[in-house]
């Protein structure tokens, strides 16, 4: 029997990167799916690769209909929600604070923030619910960044989006400790991902050079791999992990360590 047996987890940003192999990861341990993306072609070939009872949802994850949508439609199909991923999100270019476009800086802070915040703000009334019904805890992992933890010269306005996932999961955590919900968050360092790839193209210039100032930064030397990152992920959604919530859990390859 998987660790997730029987559960129901949402899992957005689903089409790519941590997301996809999350939900593949929680799929083969047991757990029923609830999936979205903002690319509906992309989120049905996930959906259809996954073994495991899934449902689908495509929408963007800055209009907090669609988080709300996500909660019912794991209802009513399965029940409830006992896991949320919340990964969806953007890159920034690659630019000193004065040369952001104030239009991308709106986007970044509607996408990675606020789509966190409308997430946890439909999710947590619901696992509430549950737990009041059945006992049944709920875990939610949100998917911030070593920029949440500190400076990132050239990326402000995403450092910024992800300091507040940060604090709203520490707020989160704190309300909700009592009442049987973990809230945590997952602050990777780059890992071998379409968002490292959007990295290199906005700083322009050959990738190899990209991806070597990326990580210029990190004692590993090098970039984090997909599953280095997932392995965290569900370490943090794992229903055994239950005195854990309100963390921090850098993947960062010795970032803050130094």
Do not use: W
């Amino acid at each position: 029997m998987g660790r997730f047996e029987g559960l129901t987890a949402i899992v957005t940003g689903a089409a790519g990167g941590f997301g996809r192999r999350t939900a593949e990861r929680l799929a083969a341990e047991g757990a029923r799916l609830v999936v979205s993306d903002l690319d509906p072609a992309k989120l049905d070939g996930v959906a259809a690769s996954l073994k495991a009872e899934t449902a689908t949802l495509a929408g963007d994850v800055s209009d907090e209909a669609l988080s709300e949508k996500l909660v019912a439609l794991a209802v009513s199909r399965f029940g409830g929600v006992d896991i949320a991923i919340n990964n969806a999100g953007i890159a920034q270019s690659f630019v000193k604070l004065p040369q952001v476009p104030s239009d991308e800086a709106r986007r970044i802070l509607d996408i990675d923030l606020l789509g966190v915040f409308f997430a946890l703000k439909y999710q947590i009334p619901q696992m509430e619910k549950q737990v009041r019904a059945g006992g049944k805890p709920g875990a939610i992992v949100n998917i911030a960044s070593v920029a949440g933890l500190t400076g990132a010269p050239k990326l402000s306005v995403y450092a910024a989006a992800k300091h507040g996932v940060v604090g709203l999961t520490r707020s989160a955590a704190a309300e909700t400790a009592s009442r049987g919900i973990r809230v945590n968050a997952v602050c990777p360092s780059y890992a071998r991902t379409a968002m490292a790839e959007d990295f290199a193209k906005l700083r322009g210039g050959n990738e190899a050079e990209a991806y070597a100032e990326l990580t210029r930064g990190v004692p590993m030397k090098r970039l984090a791999e997909v599953d280095e990152v997932v392995e965290v992920i569900l370490f943090a959604a794992d229903p055994k992990n239950s005195f854990m919530t309100g963390q921090t859990l850098g993947v960062d390859g010795g970032i803050m360590a130094v």
